[in-house]
Every structure is written in C-alpha cells, then in structure tokens.
C-alpha cells in the first residue's frame, strides 16, 4: 500500500525557513516523481515543485523559485521542501504527491496524495 | 489566473449526468493526458480520472475524453458521494511546470 506522510509544517514569522518531509512507503522509491501541491486557505490547488525518481531533474512554480529546495534522500525514502523567506502567501496545507512517471515531463498521473502538512506564515 | 480553465460550479440532481471542462493551450492539454482530482471538504484529492483511464476503484459512472486543447470529466448518473470540487491538471512544456485548473465545484441537489 502506497503511503506518503508528511510532517514539519507549523508558524514560522515572515522571512523565516521551515523544512517539509515526506516519508514515503509501499512503492519503488526511485522510479517516481514526487511533487509538492500546495492549497492556501479557500483557494484551490497550486503546484509547487517536483523531484524526478532520482532527484537529478527537480523543477519550480514561479512563484517559489529561488527560496524553495525540493531534495530527496534514498536511503530513508523521503522527499524534502525546504522553504526559505517565507511570506505570508506561502501560508497553506502542503501535500506531497506521488506521480506515476519516473520524471514529470513525461506528464504522468497524480495517483497518490499524502494528507497535508500546515504551514502557517505570520508575525 | 490558472493556466487552466474550469468552469466554477455545476449541479445536477440524483442519477443526472454532468460533465465539467478543462481547456487549455497546445503546450499543455494539447500534448499531454489530463487528469481529473476530487477533493471533497478539503481533504486530499484523489484521482478519478487519467485521460479516459478510470483508477482502480473509482466507480465507472466517471469517464473521461479530450478534444483538442479541451478535456472533459462526465459523470453518468450524479449521486451525493459525488458532491465535490474536481481539478484538471497536466504538465506545461514551456512552462516546465505542472499546472491546475482553478476547480470546479459540483453540486447534488
């Protein structure tokens, strides 16, 4: 059973840094993409990063470039966002997604979602 | 402004069928599969749909096409564990960015 659970979020000040992780199980940990997905509150579904199966091919949304590091550590299955200058738009639950395709480009599914981590930005 | 076009909201009654639509541009729908996610109350979203592949588990009153740069999701047959917000969602080649529609909020009268 394919199962992604994050953790790390919580209030962090504007300007600060927060690490996410994303313990992944139940699925070969390098042959899929994973991707974080962020949803600020009422609003809908914002795409963040993405780490290919091997983490040699990482990609950004605009919105983030610059201050976020998608990483991943084989050994312990698990995917990182470190966020850096935090601002208050950046408040949202994140989820960490499993993609069906070794890197994103190939335009796979998002078969699995983990349940969010919350990450709230303010003084 | 989402790369992604969807409508806000449809509803239908129990047992009617609707069908939600995402369009988009040649650099996105136009070469890639769409897939549909239902995220009901918040919660994770889940896949429902991917191109006309139904995900195991996924009731077959849900299908799936696409024309063009437009997708469409229909439901066959409305029932209330349908009520939900659906996202369309693929990746961007010039972009070199997954992008989402903005969602469409289904209703069940």
């Known amino acids: 059973e394919v199962q992604l659970l994050e953790s790390g979020g919580g209030l962090v000040q504007p300007g600060g840094s927060l690490r996410l992780s994303c313990a992944a199980s139940g699925f070969i940990f390098t042959n899929y993409a994973v991707s974080w997905v962020r949803q600020a509150p009422g609003k809908g579904l914002e795409w963040v990063s993405v780490?290919?199966?091997?983490?040699?091919?990482?990609y950004y949304a605009d919105s983030v470039k610059g201050r976020f590091t998608i990483s991943r550590d084989t050994s312990k299955n698990t995917i990182y966002l470190q966020m850096n200058s935090l601002r208050a738009e950046d408040t949202a639950v994140y989820f960490c997604v499993k993609e069906s395709e070794v890197v994103a480009t190939l335009g796979g599914a998002m078969d699995y979602w983990g349940q969010g981590t919350l990450v709230s930005v303010s003084s | 402004q989402s790369a992604l076009t969807q409508e806000a909201s449809v509803s239908g009654t129990v047992g009617r069928k609707v069908t939600l639509f995402c369009t988009g541009n040649t650099n996105n729908i136009g070469s890639y599969t769409v897939g549909w996610y239902q995220q009901i109350s918040h919660g994770a979203p889940k896949i429902v749909m991917f191109g006309n592949s139904l995900p195991s588990g996924i009731p077959d009153r849900f299908s799936g096409s696409k024309s063009g740069t437009t997708a469409s999701l229909t439901i066959s047959g409305l029932q209330p564990e349908d009520e939900a917000t659906y996202y369309c969602s693929t990746w961007d080649y010039r972009l070199s960015a997954r992008v989402f529609g903005g969602g469409t909020r289904v209703t069940v009268l």
């Open positions: 780490s290919s199966g091997s983490g040699g091919s990482t």
